[in-house]
C-alpha cells in the first residue's frame, strides 16, 4: 500500500493501530479507504457499493470494540471489506475473490478476526446469540456485535433469532438500513430522541434512578416499574413503539451512519448499556462513488475490469419463461430478492401479478409455490444452487411428497471460483437425486434450455432445470449441437477415425474439459468418446438413452462432473447403468471424476478444476491409467 497515497491507511495493520489515531482523522481516512476500495474493487470485481456504505460504521466498530476478543458478525460479509482493511490484510487485496486469495466474505480460516464464516443472509443475529450465550456461560465479557442490513430482515431466520435474543446478553444489533425503512421513526423528532436517548448524561441518569428506586424497600421495585411503564407509554403517544422494543430490546436510533462522530457514539452507548441493544443507522450505499450511489443495484457486485459481457442462461431463461408465460395465464414466475440476477426482470415488467418476489426466504418460496401448485398454478421458482439448499425440507415435504408440479430453475450450478465455498453450487444434483418424482435437467445450450422449461411447464411432477452462471461455451456448441433442435440429449461426440478407449459420460459446463481432453488423446492417438447428458434424472430413462451410444471397444467408463461424488449423477447413472443393462457393461472399468469430501477454497494462482482433480489433465489420467 502506497504510503504517499494512503497516508492514514498505509499505517494501520491491525485494529491497535486504528485506535491510536486521532478521533479528528477519521473521516480522512474514510476518504482514503473508499477511494482504496474503488481504486481495488473495480480492477478485481467485488461487492462494491455495500462497501462504500459501511466505511464509517466498520471504523467505528474497531475503535469501540476490542476484537478478536470481542466479535464482530458481518450478516453474508460481503460488506467486510473494510473490516478486512482494518485487521491486517490490505496488502492481500489484489487477490480478493481469487481462488485460494482474499475471500469476498469473512472466513475463519483467514484470519482471527473473522468471528464467523458468512456467504448467506440472515445468518449473524443467530451466530451472534450464540457467541453472547457461550460467553455469558463462560464469564467472559466480551461483546458479539452483528452487523445486518435491512435486506436480510425479510429473511424468516433473522426474526427467529429475535425471538431467542434475551436483554441481559453482551449483544449488539446493528442495523444498517440503507435501501428500505423498518419503521416509521424517521425524521427531525426521532433523531432527536436517538440523540437525546444515547447520550451519556441520560445513560448515567437512568442507570442512577434505577439503582436508587430499586434500593428502596418494598415500594422501590414498583415505583421504578411504574415509572418506566408511564415513560414508556408517554414515548408511545409521541411516536409509535417499534417492533424491536416490543420484543424487549433496547433500541437506539435510527441515526446517521455516514457521520463519523454519531455512529461511534451510538456505539459506545450501546456498549455501556448493560444489556443486549439495537443501534438502528442509515447509510448511503455506493456513498462517495456518484455511479453507485445513483444505480447501488448496478454495484453491488461488479465483475474485474476488462470482462467481456455476454448473454448468459439466466437472461436466457427469463425470456424464455416469459414466452411461455405469454400462452400460459395459470404460469407464474417467483424468486427469493433475485429478480435482476436471475434474469426475471423482463416477466416482473410484463406480467407483475403473476410475479412474485417473497424476500431472502428460500424455504418460504418453495412451500409458497407448492401452495400455488395446489391451487392450480404453474410456478417457476428462479433460485442460485447455493441458496436453494435453505429449501431442502420444503421440497421434500411440501412440493415432492404431493407430486407438485414446481420447477425449480437452479441458478448459478457449479463451481464459484470467485465467491468460494459458500457459493458452490455442488450440492443440488447430488440432494435433488435422493427426492423421489423429481425430474432433473442439465441443459447445456440455449435451445435445450427452452426445450427444458417447455417440458416443465407440462410435467405433471417437479422438474428442477439446473444451468451455469455463463453463456454458451462455443466448443460444446460445435461438439454436440451442430444439428439443430432442441431435444434433450444424451448427445456424442466421437473421437474421429479412432477407435474408443473410453467413454466419458457428463453434463454441463464442464463438457468443456472433457472436450479439451478428448483432443489432447487424439493428438497421441488414443480415442475418447465424450457423451452429454443433459436429462439426469429419472437416472434409469438417462441410462436406456445413452446405451445406444456406448461404442462396443471402449474398455472404460468416466464418469465427469462438476458436482460432489457422494450421491451425485455419476454414482446414480452407473448404478442405474449396471441395473438396466449389466451384461453390456460387465467387465469394463468405471471410475467417477467428481469433487470429493471437502469444501475447497482454491489454491492462489492455480485453476479450481485442477485443484478439486476434475480437469482435462485428470480425464487425461484417468484414460490412460
Known sequence: MEDQKYPLLSRIHSPADLKAMREADMPTLADEIRAFLIEHVTETGGHLASNLGVVELSIALHRVFDCPHDHIIFDVGHQSYIHKLLT????AFSTLRQPGGLSGFTRREESEYDAFGAGHSSTSVSAAVGFAEAD????????????VGDGAFTGGMIHEALNNCRGDLNLVIVLNENEMSIGPNIGRFAASIAR??????????????????????????????FFRGVKKRLKNMLF??????????????????????????LLRAAKNKGESVIVHLKTTKGKGYPEAEEHPERFHGIPPAG?????NFSAEMGERLLALARENADLCAVTASMTDSTGLSPFARELPDRFFDVGIAEEHAATFCAGLAAAGKRPFFAVYSSFLQRSYDSLIHDVALQRLPVTLCVDRAGLAAADGPTHHGIFDVAFLSGIP?????????????GAALSAAARAEGPVAVRYPNAGEDPAILAAFFAEKG???????????????????????RIAAEALKAQRELEKEGIGLCVILLETLKPYESAADAALPLLPPEAERLLFLEEGVRAGGAGMMFFDALARRAPQQIEGRKTEILAIGDAFSAGELGRPLYETLGISAADVIRAVKR
Open 88 to 91: 491486517g490484510r490490505g496488502e
Open 136 to 147: 455469558k456461560l463462560s464469564g467472559s465479557d466480551a461483546f458479539s456485535v452483528a452487523v
Open 196 to 225: 437525546i436517548r444515547s447520550s451519556p448524561r441520560y445513560l448515567r441518569t437512568k442507570r442512577r434512578t434505577q439503582k436508587v428506586l430499586n434500593r428502596l424497600p418494598l415500594i422501590g421495585r414498583p415505583l421504578y416499574a
Open 240 to 265: 409509535s413503539s417499534n417492533y424491536f422494543e416490543e420484543l424487549g430490546l433496547f433500541y437506539l436510533g435510527p441515526a446517521n451512519g455516514n457521520h463519523y462522530r454519531t455512529v461511534e457514539r
Open 307 to 311: 470482462t467481456v459481457p455476454v448473454r
Open 437 to 449: 418424482h423429481f425430474t432433473l435437467y442439465a441443459p447445456a445450450s440455449f435451445a435445450s434450455l
Open 486 to 508: 432442441e431435444a434433450l440429449g444424451p448427445r456424442r461426440a466421437l473421437p474421429g477415425d479412432l477407435p474408443s478407449r473410453a467413454v466419458l459420460f457428463t453434463y454441463g
